[in-house]
């Protein structure tokens, strides 16, 4: 079986490489954490999404992430020699992870959901880049327990929070 999903990988990932040279990763530039009143904006990795009770929760590992010239800078800073070696930042973006401490959010009801790519057929061969397309919370968190396609958790994402709740949740493309 891990055989015959190794055929597909290899033009599966050129796909994915020739999309993003074509494309824009998302209209988001950076996102790190920060707060204006009651509206927060961060990026976390989700460890798990859990609905108990009728509440949505999600538990995340919250990251730095940076693109272009921040993220050349920030690669530079942190990793002098890979800078030198090779320019910038690999793809374009960089994520910095200096905690492995998780937090769990309560996400609204109502959560706006956008994905980039994920699994819809259930087939490796099929996995493709759909930009910026619109989910409703349930099938995110029936799209999220998929692991066998394309694991979710692998990508990082962009969270708003007001008052408390989850309202948007962004993936971000990584090549």
Do not use: C
């Not at 590992?61 to 942190?78: K, M, P």
């Not at 690999?90 to 609204?108: H, Q």
């Amino acid at each position: 079986m891990l055989k015959h999903k190794n055929v597909y990988l290899f033009p599966v990932l050129v796909l994915l490489f020739l999309s993003l040279v074509t494309t824009a990763s998302t209209t988001m530039k950076t996102a790190d954490a920060r707060s204006t009143g009651t509206i927060q904006h961060l990026t976390v990795y989700i460890h798990a999404i859990d609905t108990n009770g009728g509440k949505t929760t999600l538990t995340g590992d919250e990251i730095e992430w940076y693109e272009g010239a921040a993220a050349d800078a920030v690669f530079a800073e942190r990793e002098p020699e890979s800078a030198a070696e090779i320019g910038g930042a690999p793809d374009g973006y960089y994520i910095v992870n200096d905690s492995d401490s998780l937090n769990t959010y309560t996400v609204a009801p109502d959560a706006k959901v956008t994905m980039q790519i994920y699994d819809h057929t259930g087939k490796l061969e099929d996995l493709d880049v759909n930009w910026n397309e619109a989910l409703t919370l349930e099938q995110f968190i029936h799209e999220f327990a998929k692991k066998d396609v394309f694991d979710l958790s692998q990508s990082p994402y962009h969270l708003t929070i007001q008052d408390g709740q989850v309202v948007s949740i962004v993936q971000q493309y990584t090549p």
